[in-house]
């Protein structure tokens, strides 16, 4: 089935249209050139700020002039991450999309639903002629999945709304009132390299693949497998057992994403290399079933490397698998007040090791300061030997129960649903954080589709469910008075 022909029709020609537009965090010059066109087809007043975030206004409808304006908000960017042996190039491609029974994927790559979907919803608000609304002011932010720059950059003069309505959630039968903070801490050094005889050492890559990664806050708490900490136990046992020396660590782009795959150029002395392949076989016999329940396809291979002869010297070695080892990962602490959920995690996300330089990256979320600030002082402690550094902190989002667009929008849901839905606050970055601190006055809420495996190429939204966060936007915006 063509994506087209999907209901509500407006949503999936709207999303395929801009996942046809390459559009990662910091890239996004065309997809803002592409919104800008469409809010100006339109007729309607259409604005880009200095950082590329895009504000698009629509009157009221009839007899509505005088109702509470509602911003409608998604962002432009997505997490461009694909398979380990893909060929797809995310700056000329557009996404590959195909419907699978109830569920629209992507072929090999992430599917751009978070925030796509969102952006497709309010574009088919605005291109409507018979759904009735309030004032509308929608905006469209930049760089979300990297830095919340486009969100930081908006100033209190922008918007006039009364209500925004943050369509980047993840589950349709939740609305979300608030979430966490976070921050990325970035490691930098530099390494002597040194040079081996080529007689005496072997070069070997070891890979790592096959595991399930997904989203650095919403997943952190099953649990699953991290490529950088794999590969880490990996090396420190094959040094331990065989004395080789790294040559190199590739692992991660994007700190919000669980690394799912990496690779390490390792030398072996000759006369060692002999045992490398049954240790190898011992450690991923080992690591599999330790990940058996969350990362059953995990895979560790090896090949001989062609690399030049040069590793990195054995002190910055050392410290380097020993902070890496040491690096806390995943669940720090669970919230006591909301149950399931949690408050404190750390994601390390990117280790890149090569030509006499390290750079690494982790993300830490909290909801609360005080335990944000203990995670990121470990990672400084075990990391002494290099320079650290706070890049993007960005505050949490307080949740506000008792607000009158929460009580609007339930009663909508159980209209709708027959039920009430779940009230939320979720272990992620929204930028309502952001935008609830340089607009106080507005009413917030976010909420949308059921998207699975996002920042994965598991990444999926479901049809039915689209169809019903629709109906719920409509009778919403058909609410406010």
Same mark, same amino acid.
């Given at each position: 089935?063509? *994506?087209?022909?999907?209901?509500?029709?407006?949503?999936?020609?709207?999303?395929?249209?801009?996942?046809?537009?390459?559009?990662?965090?910091?890239?996004?010059?065309?997809?803002?050139?592409?919104?800008?066109?469409?809010?100006?087809?339109?007729?309607?007043?259409?604005?880009?700020?200095?950082?590329?975030?895009?504000?698009?206004?629509?009157?009221?409808?009839?007899?509505?002039?005088?109702?509470?304006?509602?911003?409608?908000?998604?962002?432009?960017?997505?997490?461009?991450?694909?398979?380990?042996?893909?060929?797809?190039?995310?700056?000329?491609?557009?996404? /590959?999309?195909?419907?699978?029974?109830?569920?629209?994927?992507?072929?090999?790559?992430?599917?751009?639903?978070?925030?796509?979907?969102?952006?497709?919803?309010?574009?088919?608000?605005?291109?409507?002629?018979?759904?009735?609304?309030?004032?509308?002011?929608?905006?469209?932010?930049?760089?979300?999945?990297?830095?919340?720059?486009?969100?930081?950059?908006?100033?209190?003069?922008?918007?006039?709304?009364?209500?925004?309505?943050?369509?980047?959630?993840?589950?349709?039968?939740?609305?979300?009132?608030?979430?966490?903070?976070?921050?990325?801490?970035?490691?930098?050094?530099?390494?002597?390299?040194? *040079?081996?005889?080529?007689?005496?050492?072997?070069?070997?890559?070891?890979?790592?693949?096959?595991?399930?990664?997904?989203?650095?806050?919403?997943?952190?708490?099953?649990?699953?497998?991290?490529?950088?900490?794999?590969?880490?136990?990996?090396?420190?046992?094959?040094?331990?057992?065989?004395?080789?020396?790294?040559?190199?660590?590739?692992?991660?782009?994007?700190?919000?994403?669980?690394?799912?795959?990496?690779?390490?150029?390792?030398?072996?002395?000759?006369?060692?290399?002999?045992?490398?392949?049954?240790?190898?076989?011992?450690?991923?016999?080992?690591?599999?079933?330790?990940?058996?329940?969350?990362?059953?396809?995990?895979?560790?291979?090896?090949?001989?490397?062609?690399?030049?002869?040069?590793?990195?010297?054995? /002190?910055?070695?050392?410290?380097?698998?020993?902070?890496?080892?040491?690096?806390?990962?995943?669940?720090?602490?669970?919230?006591?007040?909301?149950?399931?959920?949690?408050?404190?995690?750390?994601?390390?996300?990117?280790?890149?090791?090569?030509?006499?330089?390290?750079?690494?990256?982790?993300?830490?979320?909290?909801?609360?300061?005080?335990?944000?600030?203990?995670?990121?002082?470990?990672?400084?402690?075990?990391?002494?030997?290099?320079?650290?550094?706070?890049?993007?902190?960005?505050?949490?989002?307080?949740?506000?129960?008792?607000?009158?667009?929460?009580?609007?929008?339930?009663?909508?849901?159980?209209?709708?649903?027959?039920?009430?839905?779940?009230?939320?606050? *979720?272990?992620?970055?929204?930028?309502?954080?952001?935008?609830?601190?340089?607009?106080?006055?507005?009413?917030?809420?976010?909420?949308?589709?059921?998207?699975?495996?996002?920042?994965?190429?598991?990444?999926?939204?479901? *049809?039915?469910?689209?169809?019903?966060?629709?109906?719920?936007?409509?009778?919403?915006?058909?609410?406010?008075?």
């Amino acid at each position: 089935m063509s *994506i087209t022909a999907l209901e509500p029709n407006s949503i999936w020609q709207h999303f395929e249209a801009i996942n046809a537009i390459p559009r990662a965090s910091n890239k996004e010059e065309q997809i803002i050139e592409f919104m800008v066109a469409f809010g100006k087809s339109l007729g309607l007043q259409t604005s880009v700020d200095t950082v590329g975030n895009v504000i698009i206004k629509k009157p009221a409808t009839k007899s509505r002039e005088h109702h509470k304006s509602v911003v409608l908000q998604g962002h432009l960017d997505m997490v461009h991450q694909k398979e380990a042996d893909s060929n797809f190039d995310f700056d000329t491609q557009g996404i /590959q999309m195909y419907v699978d029974g109830d569920w629209v994927k992507a072929k090999g790559t992430t599917l751009g639903a978070d925030n796509g979907i969102g952006v497709a919803t309010i574009m088919a608000i605005l291109s409507s002629k018979d759904i009735a609304h309030p004032p509308i002011e929608a905006l469209f932010t930049i760089d979300e999945e990297k830095g919340m720059t486009g969100a930081m950059a908006l100033t209190e003069d922008q918007l006039r709304g009364n209500i925004l309505l943050n369509l980047d959630s993840e589950e349709d039968d939740e609305i979300t009132i608030g979430c966490a903070g976070g921050v990325d801490v970035e490691i930098k050094g530099k390494y002597n390299i040194k *040079i081996l005889d080529a007689k005496e050492y072997e070069l070997y890559e070891i890979t790592v693949n096959g595991l399930t990664g997904g989203h650095s806050g919403v997943d952190i708490h099953l649990n699953r497998a991290n490529a950088i900490q794999v590969l880490t136990e990996c090396l420190q046992e094959l040094i331990s057992t065989l004395d080789c020396r790294i040559h190199s660590i590739q692992v991660g782009t994007l700190t919000n994403v669980i690394p799912r795959n990496g690779s390490a150029i390792i030398a072996i002395r000759e006369d060692k290399t002999a045992l490398f392949p049954e240790e190898l076989e011992s450690i991923q016999s080992k690591l599999q079933k330790k990940y058996k329940d969350t990362d059953p396809e995990l895979n560790i291979a090896s090949e001989i490397s062609e690399n030049a002869m040069g590793v990195l010297d054995i /002190q910055t070695q050392k410290n380097l698998i020993s902070a890496l080892m040491k690096m806390p990962n995943g669940v720090h602490a669970m919230t006591k007040e909301i149950p399931g959920l949690v408050q404190t995690s750390n994601n390390i996300a990117i280790a890149n090791i090569a030509e006499s330089a390290f750079f690494m990256a982790c993300h830490t979320r909290s909801s609360v300061d005080a335990e944000r600030d203990e995670l990121t002082d470990q990672v400084k402690k075990y990391f002494s030997f290099a320079t650290v550094t706070e890049v993007g902190p960005y505050p949490g989002w307080a949740p506000r129960p008792d607000s009158e667009l929460l009580s609007l929008a339930k009663a909508c849901y159980k209209k709708l649903n027959g039920e009430f839905p779940a009230i939320k606050s *979720i272990h992620a970055g929204l930028e309502c954080g952001i935008l609830s601190g340089t607009f106080p006055h507005m009413q917030m809420i976010s909420f949308g589709p059921n998207i699975l495996g996002a920042h994965s190429p598991e990444e999926r939204v479901q *049809i039915s469910s689209v169809q019903k966060f629709w109906k719920l936007l409509i009778e919403i915006l058909h609410s406010i008075e």
